[in-house]
């Protein structure tokens, strides 16, 4: 099993806006506390990418995770968008449909792909605006997420809603365009095979790594130096010393980087029992669901 020297957590947003309050990066060592890279002004979409790429042109010994949905449902039905007949059969196709449909968008975002008369159909774009094809209720989920929900683990939203603060569809889409630009410079697990040198891309859900901190279900979000620090007590992490402010963005990145360097250490993490090569390359997995 890979051991990597450096771990990253990104906790991503899909704000239409150019540099979003929501975008936050922590890192940690194997030694020492987590860190913020707080670049001045606030982080855009377009500099994450590009920082991506300086990554892996530094071939960095890094595991990166993002905090967005790689994919969407496509197993309980058999297919991204029933009734559209260029819904793609890989999650790497689908990105390629959101970024080329929203190519003139910018800041990575998305508007025109949900604006598209086809995908509009699948989503819930408002209390009062909801495409005909969207299942009603939470939405469709992919296997993992309800995986973790059947187990506990977890209690991830369907990406097809994009209503409410606890929405993920247009962070995960956002992320799409991302990933499709990436055009393969950082391997994606579990797209992708495990490479042995050089950084490393993996989709994480906060929520997971607050309750391994020892915070309550439903009570995941901290907002002080106090709390912060209690929670990376329990990961085994020093703490970062005083932030300039406490919002959850940034200690959701900080305790999720220090949940990542243990976490990569547990090969059932790796191999999930549900995880198969179709689900894979499909619909992707949530790493820390096993």
């Known amino acids: ?26 890192t940690i060592n194997r030694d020492g506390p987590p860190k913020l890279i707080s670049p001045e002004p606030r982080w855009s979409r377009e500099d994450i990418r590009n920082w991506l790429f300086h990554a892996a042109k530094t071939e960095q010994d890094m595991l990166i995770g993002f905090d967005l949905s790689m994919s969407l449902p496509f ?36 508007l025109s792909f949900l604006e598209h008369p086809q995908a509009a159909r699948h989503f819930r774009h408002s209390r009062d605006h909801v495409g005909d094809l969207f299942t009603g209720g939470t939405g469709r989920l992919r296997v993992v997420e309800q995986y973790q929900r059947e187990t506990g683990q977890a209690n991830s939203a369907s990406c097809f809603n994009l209503v409410g603060a606890a929405q993920v569809g247009k962070s995960s889409l956002t992320g ?17 095979p495990i490479p042995e040198t050089g950084p490393l891309i993996i989709e994480i859900y906060t929520t997971i790594a ?32 005083p932030l300039s402010q406490y919002d959850d ?21 790796w191999h999930p029992t549900k995880l198969t090569n179709e689900i894979a ?3 992707g997995w949530t790493f820390g669901v096993f």
Request: aromatic content about 8%.
């Open 1 to 26: 099993m890979r051991r990597f020297s450096q771990f990253t957590c990104i906790d991503w947003s899909g704000a239409k806006t150019e540099r979003p309050n929501g975008i936050a990066v922590a």
């Open 75 to 110: 197993h309980d039905i058999g297919c991204y968008f029933p009734q559209w007949e260029d819904s793609p059969s890989r999650a790497i196709d689908l990105w390629h449909l959101v970024d080329q449909s929203s190519n003139d968008d910018p800041h990575l975002n998305i």
């Open 176 to 192: 799409m365009r991302m990933l499709h630009q990436l055009d393969g410079a950082i391997p994606i697990w579990p797209f992708d």
């Open 210 to 241: 607050a309750l391994a901190a020892g915070l309550p279900k439903g009570k995941s979000k901290i907002r002080d130096r106090v709390g912060l620090e209690a929670a990376l007590q329990v990961l085994g992490a020093p703490s970062p010393g």
């Open 249 to 269: 963005h940034s200690t959701d990145a900080l305790i999720t980087a220090a949940w990542m360097k243990n976490a990569s250490r547990d090969k059932r993490l």
């Open 281 to 283: 390359q499909k619909e």
